[in-house]
């Protein structure tokens, strides 16, 4: 079956330490994935997106990797602070891009402690 | 949250009753979305629409409907309310008036408990 994971549903990390959160996919050949943020009680806001192209895409402190190969994306936040804190979101378009249609996976919430 | 309001914002109703869900954007965007977000299952689709009155399924669209008459407005209809499907729903909206685009803007989300 198809589906998106994102293996740990909490990270808990030490403020200034780069948080890694990792994406991986099965039976999907996306032309991009994407990753966004929720906060509690608010709907998901877009960060980043990385197509199949590209190897690796930088966002101030953000960055994402992307490996089709290995199916995976890593999505890294460096000198992380507590305002960080929140869900993190990937999303694939199964579809290519033709419709827009975004399947996500469960999130990893991500805890800073100051 | 770029343009996009939804209404209501929370709704308690009971378990049979008709329920309607309004999403409205000021940004001229063709594509929008229904999504509900539950615990263990993440964001899931319902329905999206491509243009006005064109409309397609999405993962999880039994007993839901949509409609939309108008760019700026895409309703979401529960038609016989279930406590299965008491939710957290949320709208997005992406695309210009060309393709779907790439990112998708979501909206503050509604509420619902079926009672």
């Known amino acids: 079956s198809q589906k998106i994971e994102q293996n740990s549903e909490a990270l808990n990390i030490q403020e200034g330490k780069t948080a890694t959160l990792t994406c991986n996919y099965t039976n999907y050949s996306p032309a991009y994935l994407q990753w966004y943020r929720q906060d509690p009680g608010r709907g998901p806001v877009f960060l980043l997106l990385i197509r199949e192209n590209e190897k690796e895409k930088r966002k101030e402190r953000l960055k994402v990797t992307f490996d089709t190969t290995l199916k995976q994306s890593l999505f890294h936040i460096t000198a992380s602070q507590p305002a960080d804190s929140a869900t993190y979101l990937c999303a694939l378009d199964p579809y290519g891009g033709s419709q827009g249609n975004l399947i996500f996976g469960k999130g990893t919430k991500l805890s800073v402690k100051p | 949250d770029a343009g996009i309001t939804q209404s209501p914002r929370h709704k308690v109703t009971e378990t049979g009753t008709p329920v309607t869900l309004r999403c409205h954007q000021t940004?001229?965007?063709?594509?929008m979305y229904w999504y509900r977000q539950d615990p263990g299952h993440g964001l899931r689709l319902i329905h999206y629409?491509?243009?006005?009155?064109?409309?397609d399924k999405g993962e999880v669209s039994d007993g839901y409907s949509v409609s939309r008459s108008k760019t700026e407005d895409f309703l979401l209809t529960l038609e016989s309310a279930t406590s299965s499907q008491t939710s957290v729903y949320f709208c997005?909206?992406?695309?210009?008036?060309?393709?779907?685009?790439?990112?998708?803007?979501f909206g503050p989300g509604t509420r619902l408990t079926v009672l």
């Open positions: 997005a909206i992406s695309g210009t008036s060309g393709g779907p685009g790439n990112e998708q803007f």
């Open positions: 940004e001229n965007h063709r594509y």
């Open positions: 629409s491509y243009g006005v009155k064109d409309t």
